[in-house]
Nanobody, 126 residues
Framework: VQLVESGGGLVQAGGSLRLSCAAS????????MAWFRQAPGKEREFVAA????????ALADSVKGRFTISKDNAKNTVPLQMDSLKPEDTAVYYC????????????????????WGQGTQVTVSS
């Protein structure tokens, strides 16, 4: 599986950005997809996840009501719509695929995900 993110950039606080993750290769092996983010000096943080079918999704408390994750089944892409952005949303955003469905790690742990994209920078100015 290969993952490619797009859509990052610079935006003012209160603005919106839409990220997208395109999955290719053995996509039939994917159970779910997720977005994580990592700010300088901080650990990688769970943002949102969605099942490969698109039927169920989860969001971190810090982004609920502002971010929306979805799945385009025709294009095998996972958009992340980010509204009401705040300076604390500034980070490199990574797309990830879970191909193992492990029960030994928490669902929101980076360790639960097998394949990662290269990341895209999101900067929110105050």
């Amino acid at each position: 599986v290969q993952l490619v993110e797009s859509g990052g950039g610079l935006v003012q606080a209160g603005g919106s950005l839409r990220l997208s993750c395109a999955a290719s290769g053995r996509t039939f092996s994917i159970y779910r997809m997720a977005w994580f983010r990592q700010a300088p000096g901080k650990e990688r943080e769970f943002v949102a996840a969605i099942s490969w079918s698109g039927s169920s999704a989860a969001l971190a408390d810090s982004v609920k009501g502002r971010f929306t994750i979805s799945k385009d089944n025709a294009k095998n892409t996972v958009p992340l719509q980010m509204d009401s952005l705040k300076p604390e949303d500034t980070a490199v955003y990574y797309c990830a695929a879970d191909q193992s469905a492990s029960v030994f790690v928490p669902d929101t742990s980076p360790l639960a995900f097998d394949t990662w994209g290269q990341g895209t920078q999101v900067t929110v100015s105050s």
